[in-house]
C-alpha cells in the first residue's frame, strides 16, 4: 500500500492512498485530487502516475516547481520516505509491503531531472536579481524551449555531452484528436486523465494507459491500467515493448503515430 501524507509545518492536514491504475493529482484547483491551498501552488501543479509497482511525481510545469528532499524535479521515481514540498506544504511518500526495486536504468533516470536546489535559485537571482524565481522560464530555457519574450539572460544549462544527443519522440493524432505532441520527458503518459501528456478517449481505456520511456537504445512502450489494451502496428501489446520510428500505436478511439525528430535546437 502506498500513501500520501499532506503536512503544513507540523500540522496534519490529511492521507490519501495511492491506487494501481489511477493518477493522483495535486495543485490549487479544486478538482485535484489533492488539493492545496496556498498562492505558491499552481492550478495544476503535479501528479504522481503508477508505473508497474512503483510511482513517478511529474511536474506538470508549474511556476514554483516541486521539490523531492530538497531537490528541484521535473520527474521522480518515488522512494519510502521521500518527501516532496510544493509551496509551504509537504507530502510524505509511504509506501509499505512492496520490495522496491532500483536498477541502473531508474536511477540514471532520477539524476538526468534533477538539480541541486540552492544551485538553481543561485543562478536566476543572478541572472535577473530583481525579478521573483520563475521555474518554468528556466526549464524553458533549459530544454531550448524559450518563448523568446522579454526576461532574464539565459542561464547555464545542465551538461549534457554531444553523444548522449536522442532523436525527440513525437507523437502525431492520426484519428482520435488532433495535432502533435512532442515527447519531452523521460516517461511520458497516455490516457484519459487530463493530465496526461498525450490525451485518448474510450470506455474502457485507463486513466494511464500507457507510458512511453525514454531509453539510450530507444523509446518503450509499458500497458499501464485499463481493459482496453494497446496495439503497435496492429499487435496488441501487454508487456514492455519497444517502438520504431513511424510505429503506429491504437488505443480506446485514438489511432497515434509515433516518429524521431531528428533536428537539433
Not at 506544504?89 to 536498477?103: A, E, P, R, V
Request: aromatic share 6%.
Amino acid at each position: 500500500m502506498s500513501t500520501l501524507t499532506l503536512k503544513l509545518k507540523d500540522k496534519l492536514l490529511g492521507d490519501y492512498q495511492l491506487q494501481d491504475g489511477f493518477s493522483l493529482t495535486i495543485g490549487r484547483g479544486s478538482k485535484n485530487d489533492v488539493v492545496i491551498q496556498d498562492p505558491a501552488v499552481s492550478g495544476h501543479h503535479a501528479k504522481i502516475d503508477p508505473v508497474g509497482n512503483r510511482f513517478v511525481l511529474i511536474d506538470l510545469q508549474s511556476k514554483n516547481g516541486t521539490f523531492v528532499n530538497e531537490n528541484l524535479v521535473i520527474s521522480h521515481w518515488l522512494k519510502h520516505g521521500d518527501v516532496i514540498s510544493i509551496g509551504k506544504h509537504q507530502l510524505i511518500f509511504n509506501q509499505y509491503g512492496t520490495q522496491q526495486i532500483f536498477d541502473d536504468d531508474l536511477e540514471e533516470l532520477d539524476k538526468t531531472v534533477i538539480m541541486d536546489t540552492s544551485l538553481h535559485r543561485n543562478m536566476m537571482i543572478r541572472s535577473h536579481p530583481t525579478k521573483s524565481i520563475n521555474v518554468v522560464r528556466f526549464w524553458d530555457k533549459a530544454s531550448g524551449q524559450d518563448t523568446g519574450r522579454d526576461g532574464p539572460p539565459k542561464v547555464s544549462t545542465p551538461f549534457t555531452a554531444k553523444d548522449d544527443y536522442q532523436p525527440a519522440g513525437v507523437i502525431t493524432y492520426l484519428a482520435g484528436g488532433f495535432g502533435k505532441v512532442i515527447l519531452k520527458r523521460k516517461i511520458s503518459t497516455i490516457g484519459k486523465h487530463p493530465s496526461s501528456d498525450v490525451v485518448v478517449k474510450g470506455f474502457l481505456v485507463g486513466q494511464t494507459a500507457i507510458t512511453i520511456t525514454q531509453k539510450p537504445e530507444g523509446f518503450y512502450l509499458t500497458p499501464i491500467s485499463g481493459l482496453a489494451k494497446p496495439k503497435v502496428d496492429g499487435n496488441k501489446v501487454k508487456v514492455t515493448t519497444m517502438i520504431d520510428n513511424l510505429s503506429i500505436i491504437e488505443i480506446g478511439t485514438a489511432k497515434l503515430q509515433f516518429s524521431l525528430e531528428n533536428s537539433k535546437d
